[in-house]
């Protein structure tokens, strides 16, 4: 079992950058693929982007390709979002998530597939 927790939210300004940590706390965090999720007011929990558990697959939602940036320190029990070129649509609560059964470089899109979730950190753009 592992519990995660997350960091580094905040306010924002349009084009900054920002990045979050999910720390896990447990057993072989190098066992666990990781994935980021986010959910905008009125919204649903939508894909932000994966990694596999060695860190060598990773995967993102079409709206953060090539600004988003998933990463892991399987040393330091840690997975990190680096967000460049920040706009008003990516305000939402971040959670990290993390799951023991994906095998290889399977990761999933669903947050159905996890079953170990954060508490979340907020993110706000402004204008």
């Known amino acids: 079992q592992v519990q995660l927790v997350e960091s580094g939210g905040g306010l924002v300004q349009a084009g900054d950058s920002l990045t979050l940590s999910c720390e896990a706390s447990?057993?072989?965090?190098?066992?666990?693929?990781m994935a980021w999720f986010r959910q905008a007011p009125g919204g649903e929990r939508e894909f932000v982007a994966a990694?596999?558990?060695?860190?060598?697959?990773?995967g993102y939602a079409d709206s953060v390709q090539g600004r988003f940036t998933i990463s892991r320190d399987n040393a330091r029990n840690t997975v990190y979002l680096q967000m460049n070129s920040l706009q008003p649509e990516d305000t939402a609560v971040y959670s990290c998530?993390?799951?023991?059964?994906?095998?290889?470089?399977?990761?999933?899109?669903?947050?159905?597939?996890?079953?170990?979730w954060g508490q979340g950190t907020q993110v706000t753009v402004s204008s």
């Open positions: 990694i596999t558990k060695t860190g060598i697959t990773k």
């Open positions: 998530a993390a799951d023991r059964t994906f095998r290889g470089s399977y990761y999933s899109q669903y947050t159905a597939a996890y079953n170990y």
């Open positions: 447990g057993r072989d965090f190098s066992s666990y693929g």
